[in-house]
Nanobody, 128 residues
Framework: QVQLVESGGGSAQAGGSLRLSCAAS????????MAWFRQAPGEKRERVAA???????FYGESAKGRFTISKDNAKNTLYLQMNSLNPEDKAMYYC??????????????????????WGQGTQVTVSS
């Protein structure tokens, strides 16, 4: 049984930082395309960052230069370090796993439907 359990969400001031964690079981983070998505109220779920089994990383425009995705294979855990937070980062953040590679040919797996496994999410709030 696959379980992805997010933690680390909470409240931060604008300009502050948070680190999200995703503890995985039933999947091996080193073997899957692992990603962080977020969804704000009334908005579509969007991919923030992804990391392939080879360690290649993919970032959404809003995350570039501020967020860093990483993983600890020994702990089977995925992380998202978020710096320079702003109120627009307020959303529910989800961890997701995809059996296939993040990038298949020219196709970049940015759509939620591309991912087979999901966590329950962790809420991030940023105050100005």
């Amino acid at each position: 049984q696959v379980q992805l359990v997010e933690s680390g969400g909470g409240s931060a001031q604008a300009g502050g930082s948070l680190r999200l964690s995703c503890a995985a079981s039933g999947v091996t983070v080193s073997d899957y395309c692992m990603a962080w998505f977020r969804q704000a109220p009334g908005e579509k779920r969007e991919r923030v960052a992804a990391m392939d089994r080879t360690g290649n990383t993919f970032y959404g425009e809003s995350a570039k230069g501020r967020f860093t995705i990483s993983k600890d294979n020994a702990k089977n855990t995925l992380y998202l370090q978020m710096n320079s937070l702003n109120p627009e980062d307020k959303a529910m953040y989800y961890c997701a796993a995809r059996v296939r590679t993040c990038l298949t040919g020219y196709y970049d797996s940015r759509a939620p439907a591309d991912y087979e496994y999901w966590g329950q999410g962790t809420q991030v709030t940023v105050s100005s």
